[in-house]
């Protein structure tokens, strides 16, 4: 084990990463405290980041096998119990007036992803933490400042139901921050550490809708599939929940959402053209422009930055270190994968080998998970807006086709 009993850790961020990272800590025997900007999750009345609904989200074997390391047996059965296996993408179009799909598997061997509501895999991260006797949970907690050099933080907390807060200072031995793509505590370790920094807002928005099940109370396309409506410079992809919906995302470049904003009757002509069989049998007219107008029309940011961490103090993941776009269905994945080899290194590096002081040893490990992570991270996301192009176009290309057949042969 890399860490003394009794090290005092800090996780910024109670998102699926933060709450995997602040497990993995815990069950090294570490103080654990989690703080958390919004409320718990698992209290209806707390809106998902971001999100009139929870997202459905692509979990692959990088995210599985972290969750699988986590020391808890009953974390993986719990989490599959909600997720819906999808064997390949689906794609649908038109040829000649008549409506096609096309089914094109992800594995040979029948290998698949899951369709996850990422707001129930959170929740299921959350209910795991809790039955840990040394970890406590701060919701409504807010990073607002941090000392890498004396290892203060500074938090508003907002929990008290009165409308004020007061402002909380935390001492802590090593911060995980785990805050997402605007991250607070980047933006503090970038006053310490000599980081490389860049971000970039693709020309993409999103919009989410859903897809009722059928009066039947069925699935109204095959379930174990991300379906896709593939359209050049934008798309239209659904993801099965368990409760036989699928929630669906358009994404489309700035300017086409500005057109349509500006001529909303041009919405349903304009899905009929370019996702056939969606409006009115997968969706009503009336639903699709309602859930257009309801929803809102959300950014992509692409971020890359190096070194991720400041000495023995800090370290950023998940959506902190490496936001991506979601075309490779990898961010949360990544960051997943961020936890499990984080405490490799950790472990890697027990402070016995470097007369017994744990700081050195945690200096040791975090500059050897920079060094790999940070390039790992930035090829990811790469490869994520490369995926973009793949999924909204080469899908139906006759040069695609000839690739896989090649490839196949
Ligand atoms: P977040 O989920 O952003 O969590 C960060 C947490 O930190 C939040 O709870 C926030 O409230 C909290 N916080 C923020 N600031 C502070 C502060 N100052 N103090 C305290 N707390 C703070 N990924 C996949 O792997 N597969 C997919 O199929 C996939 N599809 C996607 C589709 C879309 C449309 C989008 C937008 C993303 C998709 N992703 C996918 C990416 C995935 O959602 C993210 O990578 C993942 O949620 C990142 O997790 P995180 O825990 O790092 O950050």
């Not at 358009?250 to 057109?259: R, T, V, Y």
Request: charged share 20%; proline share 6%.
């Amino acid at each position: 084990m890399a860490a003394p009993l009794g090290q005092r850790t800090v996780v910024v961020g109670a998102g699926p990463v933060g709450s995997l990272a602040a497990l993995y800590a815990a069950s090294r025997g570490d103080k654990v405290e989690l703080y958390e900007l919004r409320g718990d999750l698992r209290d209806p009345s707390t809106t998902p980041l971001n999100f009139t609904k929870s997202i459905n989200l692509a979990l692959s074997e990088r995210g599985i096998n972290a969750m699988r390391h986590a020391s808890s047996p009953a974390l993986l059965d719990a989490v599959f119990k909600e997720t819906i296996p999808m064997y390949g993408r689906m794609i649908h179009g038109e040829k000649q007036g008549k409506l096609f799909d096309e089914a094109q598997l992800y594995d040979v061997h029948g290998r698949f992803q899951r369709a996850v509501d990422r707001g129930g895999l959170n929740k299921t991260l959350l209910d795991s933490l809790e039955e840990m006797p040394n970890v406590t949970l701060h919701f409504n907690h807010k990073l607002i400042g941090a000392d890498f050099r004396r290892n203060l933080a500074w938090f508003s907390d907002h929990s008290s139901s009165s409308s004020s807060s007061s402002e909380k200072e935390v001492h802590f031995d090593f911060m995980i921050g785990a805050d997402g793509a605007h991250s607070a505590v980047r933006y503090h370790l970038m006053k310490y550490a000599r980081m490389a920094y860049s971000q970039e807002y693709i020309d993409t928005l999103w919009c989410e809708f859903q897809i009722p099940p059928s009066p039947t109370n069925t699935f109204k396309l095959p379930s174990n599939y991300l379906h896709i409506w593939p359209g050049g410079s934008f798309m239209f992809i659904a993801i099965p929940s368990l409760d036989k919906t699928f929630t669906s995302t358009l994404f489309l470049p700035a300017s086409l959402f500005a057109s349509l904003d500006a001529a909303p009757e041009s919405l349903i002509p304009f899905f009929t053209k370019n996702f056939p069989g969606v409006v009115p049998d997968l969706i009503s007219e009336p639903e699709l422009l309602k859930q257009y107008k309801q929803n809102p029309h959300l950014p992509l940011i692409s971020i890359k930055c190096s070194p991720h961490h400041f000495a023995a103090s800090a370290v950023i993941l998940g959506d902190a270190a490496h936001a991506m776009v979601p075309f490779y269905g990898q961010g949360m994945n990544a960051g997943l994968e961020d936890v499990r080899v984080l405490f490799d290194f950790l472990d890697a590096h027990p402070a016995s080998d470097y007369a017994d002081s744990p700081a050195a040893a945690r200096e040791a490990a975090l500059e050897a998970y920079s060094a790999q992570r940070t390039t790992d991270a930035a090829a990811i996301n790469d490869l994520a807006l490369r995926n973009y192009k793949e999924m909204s176009h080469d899908v139906v290309s006759p040069l695609y086709r000839l690739r896989k057949f090649v490839e196949e042969k």
